[in-house]
C-alpha cells in the first residue's frame, strides 16, 4: 500500500473508533436516562472528553493530509467529509453529555415512566441510536443506499418530537407543580431531534464522497430519492 | 548521523553556502528545496565531495559524518563515496546489461565471486522492486528499459555496494507521474535501511515523501524542520511565501 494509502486508512480507522465512542454514548445515555443511573452519567461525561481528542486529532491530520498529500478527487472528497463528519459527531457527543449531565440535574427527578411511555423517548432513543449506526455502516462499506431511508427516519423523529409538544402542554395543565420537569423533558426531546439532524447532515456528507453530489440546501430526501 | 557545522562553500568568490548548521537522523528521509540557484544541489553534492571535481571552490566549516569529518585530509574520498550513493535528475545507466550495471560497483571493488555478484545484483534490484520486471533479460542493454526503470536501476546500481546513505538529485524530474510514484513508493521503503538526502523542485514530492524538510534561498538555510510542521505552519515568513507560491 502506497503511503498516501496508508495515511487514507489511518483517518477512517480514527474515525471508526470515534463513531464507536459516539454510538455508545448514546446508548448509555439511553440507559442512563431510563434507568436513574448517575454514575452511568458520570462516566458519559468523562468519557466526553476522548470525544473530544478524537475531533482535534482528526482535524489535525486532515490538515496535515491536505498540506503533505494535496489529494484531488475521491480523496479530497473524503478529507472534506471527514472534517464535517467529526464535527458532527463531536456535537452529537455533545448531545449524550449534556443528557448526562441533566440526570445529575438535581430539579429533575426519577422518570415519570407513563410520560416517558406517552412520548415514546425510549423510541426516539433507538431510532436516533439506529440512524447513527446505519450513517456508520453507510461510509464504512461506501455504499449511499441506505441515504434514503435515513433521511425517512429523521422525519419521524421529528414528528415525534412534534408529538410531544401537546402531550407536554397537557401534562403541565395536569401537573402544574411539575412545569420545570417537563421543560426539561422536552429539551432531552429536543436534543434528540437534534441529533436526527446531525445524522441527516453526515448523509450529506457521505453522498458528497462516495457519489460527489451536493444534498446541502437542497430537499435532500428528494435529492436521494432520484438516485 | 549526519552533523554539518558552519559550512561556508565557495566558487571562486562566490559564496554559494552560507553557515549551514544542521543534523540528519540515521533512517530517515531529509528533503531540500527552494528556488533555483539557492544552493540546494551545491550543499547535497557537499555531502559525498562531489564538488571536490570542480576547480577554485573552497569549503569551511565542519561536514562530520558518523564521528569523522568527511573534509579531512586524512579521507579516502574512494572510500567515503563507497557510504555514500548518489542518484542524479536524468537515468545515467552505462551502456553495459541490466545484471553489469548493478555489479559495476562491485566488481571496481574487486568483488568478482560470480555467486556472490548474483546474489547481490538480486538483492539490489529486489530492494528496488525491479527484481520481477527484469529478472528475465538481466544480460540485455540497460537502454531497453523505461525511464522510470532506468532510474529504479540506477538506484539498484548505487546501492549494490551497500552504502548507508543514499543523496537523490531531483530523482523524478526527468521521470512522468507512474515512474513518480514508484520511485516515491521506493524512498518510503528504501528509508528502513538507508538515511536518504534529496534535492526537489517538487514541493509536493517534498511534502508527501520526507519527515524533514530544508527550505534553501541564497545559499542560507532558511528553515529546516519537520515536514508536516513546515508544510502546515513554517516559522519564517520567507518560507511560507515560497511553498504558497507568493514568490519563488
Given at each position: 500500500m502506497k503511503p498516501t494509502e496508508l495515511e487514507l486508512q489511518a483517518l477512517r480507522t480514527e474515525t471508526d473508533e470515534m463513531w464507536?465512542?459516539?454510538?455508545?454514548?448514546?446508548?448509555?445515555a439511553k440507559l442512563c436516562y431510563l434507568s436513574y443511573d448517575r454514575e452511568l452519567a458520570f462516566e458519559i461525561i468523562s468519557r466526553e472528553k476522548r470525544v473530544n481528542a478524537y475531533d482535534s486529532k482528526i482535524d489535525s491530520d486532515c490538515e496535515n493530509y491536505i498540506a503533505l498529500y494535496a489529494p484531488?478527487?475521491?480523496?479530497?472528497?473524503?478529507?472534506?467529509?471527514?472534517?464535517?463528519?467529526?464535527?458532527?459527531?463531536?456535537?452529537?457527543?455533545?448531545?449524550?453529555?449534556?443528557?448526562?449531565?441533566?440526570?445529575?440535574?438535581?430539579?429533575?427527578?426519577?422518570?415519570?415512566?407513563?410520560?416517558?411511555?406517552?412520548l415514546q423517548i425510549e423510541t426516539v432513543f433507538d431510532t436516533v441510536i439506529t440512524m447513527l449506526m446505519e450513517c456508520y455502516i453507510a461510509f464504512d462499506t461506501e455504499n449511499t443506499k441506505l441515504s434514503g431511508k435515513i433521511l425517512a427516519t429523521d422525519d419521524k423523529v421529528d414528528?415525534?418530537?412534534?408529538?410531544?409538544?401537546?402531550?407536554?402542554?397537557?401534562?403541565?395543565?395536569?401537573?402544574?407543580?411539575?412545569?420545570?420537569?417537563?421543560?426539561?423533558?422536552?429539551?432531552?426531546?429536543?436534543?434528540?431531534?437534534?441529533?436526527?439532524?446531525?445524522?441527516?447532515?453526515?448523509?450529506?456528507?457521505?453522498?458528497?464522497?462516495?457519489?460527489?453530489?451536493?444534498?446541502?440546501?437542497?430537499?435532500?430526501?428528494?435529492?436521494?430519492?432520484?438516485? | 548521523?549526519?552533523?554539518?557545522?558552519?559550512?561556508?562553500?565557495?566558487y571562486g568568490d562566490f559564496q554559494a553556502i552560507k553557515n549551514i548548521s544542521m543534523e540528519i537522523e540515521p533512517n530517515t528521509v531529509t528533503a531540500f528545496i527552494g528556488p533555483s540557484g539557492c544552493g540546494k544541489s551545491t550543499f547535497l553534492r557537499l555531502f559525498n565531495r562531489m564538488n571536490d571535481?570542480?576547480?577554485?571552490?573552497?569549503?569551511?566549516?565542519?561536514?562530520?559524518?558518523?564521528?569523522?569529518n568527511i573534509y579531512d585530509k586524512s579521507v579516502q574520498v574512494d572510500e567515503l563515496r563507497k557510504n555514500i550513493g548518489m542518484v542524479f535528475q536524468k537515468p545515467n545507466p552505462f551502456p553495459k546489461s541490466i545484471f553489469e550495471n548493478v555489479a559495476y560497483g562491485l566488481r571496481v571493488n574487486g568483488n568478482n565471486n560470480k555467486k556472490f555478484l548474483e546474489e547481490r545484483v538480486e538483492e539490489a534490484l529486489k530492494s528496488t522492486a525491479l527484481w520481477d520486471e527484469v529478472k528475465d533479460k538481466l544480460k540485455k542493454s540497460a537502454f531497453e528499459l523505461s525511464g522510470g526503470q532506468q532510474q529504479r536501476l540506477c538506484i539498484a546500481r548505487?546501492?549494490?555496494?551497500?552504502?548507508?546513505?543514499?543523496?537523490?538529485?531531483?530523482?523524478?524530474?526527468?521521470?512522468?507521474p507512474i515512474s513518480t510514484s514508484k520511485i516515491e513508493e521506493l524512498i518510503f521503503k528504501?528509508?528502513?535501511?538507508?538515511?536518504?538526502?534529496?534535492?526537489?523542485?517538487?514541493?509536493?514530492?517534498?511534502?508527501?515523501?520526507?519527515?524533514?524538510?530544508?527550505?534553501?534561498?541564497?545559499?542560507?538555510?532558511?528553515?529546516?524542520?519537520?515536514?508536516k510542521k513546515l508544510f502546515t505552519n513554517p516559522a519564517k515568513t520567507e518560507t511560507q511565501n515560497y511553498i504558497t507560491g507568493r514568490f519563488g
Open positions: 464507536k465512542l459516539v454510538l455508545s454514548q448514546i446508548e448509555k484531488v478527487a475521491i480523496d479530497l472528497r473524503l478529507i472534506l467529509s471527514l472534517l464535517k463528519i467529526v464535527n458532527t459527531l463531536e456535537r452529537i457527543g455533545d448531545f449524550a453529555e449534556s443528557i448526562a449531565r441533566q440526570i445529575l440535574d438535581e430539579d429533575y427527578p426519577k422518570i415519570d415512566t407513563a410520560l416517558a411511555e406517552e414528528q415525534l418530537y412534534y408529538d410531544a409538544l401537546p402531550i407536554l402542554s397537557n401534562y403541565i395543565l395536569a401537573n402544574p407543580e411539575k412545569g420545570v420537569y417537563s421543560l426539561k423533558t422536552l429539551l432531552i426531546l429536543r436534543k434528540l431531534e437534534r441529533m436526527g439532524d446531525h445524522c441527516s447532515n453526515i448523509v450529506e456528507e457521505i453522498v458528497f464522497y462516495i457519489d460527489a453530489k451536493v444534498l446541502k440546501h437542497t430537499n435532500p430526501k428528494k435529492s436521494v430519492d432520484k438516485q | 548521523m549526519i552533523k554539518t557545522e558552519d559550512i561556508n562553500f565557495y571535481l570542480i576547480d577554485g571552490t573552497r569549503l569551511t566549516g565542519n561536514f562530520i559524518i558518523d564521528g569523522q548505487a546501492l549494490a555496494v551497500s552504502p548507508s546513505i543514499l543523496l537523490m538529485d531531483e530523482p523524478t524530474s526527468a521521470l512522468d528504501l528509508k528502513q535501511d538507508y538515511t536518504i538526502v534529496i534535492v526537489t523542485h517538487n514541493m509536493q514530492q517534498a511534502a508527501r515523501i520526507s519527515d524533514k524538510t530544508g527550505f534553501f534561498m541564497l545559499g542560507e538555510l532558511v528553515e529546516y524542520a519537520d515536514t
